[in-house]
């Protein structure tokens, strides 16, 4: 049994951890503030953009012509994963669940054989999958020095993809990211961005006579680059807002562990502490009696 | 009549710029200079970099944008575009190095004709910005 000096030490230690935690969850949750409004914010943009290239290819008449980055190479071999993960940990499962559903699609890929490429954007994401699939690893890109998410980050990681694209080393191109729901609820969501699935809500779409000025292809070859870009941006704002509820839900469990830990703790102290008082009560009387 | 309409600028990060009781809209549209007045039929324009003027009923703003898409439809003119600055909130520095480095990219030789011919309206814009 443990003395009652360790039991002190444990609960010192454990309630030096609940400061921790309990400090960690006030910062997640001022910034989960800021991500969140950022999220809100940058939804307009992202939104209006697929809506006029919605727009745009029901208007393209020439399928066959069309850009490749709308309608794809025509084959399916190689297939380019972008996962995006947090630079930190402590935030519970949050990206782990982005791992999971990406290794889950990369499996898929494998067992169909097919190649496999991966980009992992943020650290914790490369960490976790450098121990299974180091070789299918072709960049991990970490934007660990920016404070804040901006739309250049984003445009890096959309450049580099589109340059690869038009070398011809992937056909399909995914990306993994936590789409913010609520505190507590994070969706990982797969999204494939090349080519552009536009199948969905096409019938519900107006059919506006659109003017275009130049021509719808030249339009869509200037905005389709642009749309990577922007949707990589869009997944980023959401992993910022995922990654700071995540941690703020996470710490808040913490918190209240580190507490009922330290109620428990205490009672064993108390108790072991009467029981010594018991037991040198106990032997002051048995020594006097047997006088 | 009124012959207002509603404008609103989006740059990734936000709702840049919103006005409900827009006269008239003029942007560098790929193709030249363009006005949009109110019942403009429906049009999906390219963006090249420029300045943008916005007139309401008693006022003038201008913008420096860029690159950009315009849709307009209904009467609402949306304009999105990765970077747009206040044309009085534009400063000297920035402009010199915006110059700089689009000339380093001009100068770069994989880069096409349309490429050039956008990073040259920059340059043009900008210096026309320091002059004035």
Known sequence: MATLDDLKKRIASVKSTQKITKAMKMVAAAKLRRA????????????????????????????????????????????????????????????????????????????????????????????????????????????????????????????????????????????????????????????????????????????????????????????????????????????SASEQGSRMSAMDNATRNAGEMVDKLTIEYNRSRQAAITKELIEIISGAESL | MSELFNLEIINPEKSFFTKDDVNEVVVPAYEGEMGILKDHISIISFLKPGIMKVFTSNSEEKFYIEDGILEFKDNSLSILTSSVIKYDQLDRDYIQKSIQEAEENLSKDDINDQQRFLISQKIDTLKSVIVN
């Open chain 1, 36 to 239: 969140q409004e950022n999220a809100e914010k940058g939804r307009p943009y992202s939104e209006k953009m697929n809506n006029i290239i919605l727009n745009l290819s029901n208007g393209i008449s020439d399928k066959e012509n069309a850009p490749k980055l709308l309608s794809g190479t025509g084959e399916e071999k190689v297939h380019l994963c972008v996962v995006l993960t947090s630079d930190r940990g402590l935030c519970g499962g949050f990206n782990t669940n982005i791992i999971k559903k990406a290794k889950l699609y990369f499996q898929k890929i494998i067992d169909d054989g097919k190649t496999l490429k991966i980009i992992t954007v943020g650290s914790k994401g490369y960490d976790q999958l450098k121990r299974t699939y180091k070789e299918n690893i072709v960049e991990k890109i970490s934007f660990k020095d920016s404070k804040n998410i901006n739309y250049l980050d984003a445009e890096k990681v959309g450049k580099m993809i589109i340059e690869n694209f038009e070398k011809k080393e992937f056909d399909v191109c995914t990306i993994f990211y936590n789409k913010f729901k609520n505190v507590i609820t994070q969706i990982p969501q797969e999204q494939q961005i090349i080519p552009l699935k536009s199948s969905e809500a096409k019938n519900d779409l107006p059919d506006d006579n659109y003017e275009f000025e130049p021509d719808e292809d030249e339009i869509l070859s200037n905005l389709l680059p642009k749309n990577i870009s922007t949707q990589i941006f869009k997944a980023m704002l959401e992993n």
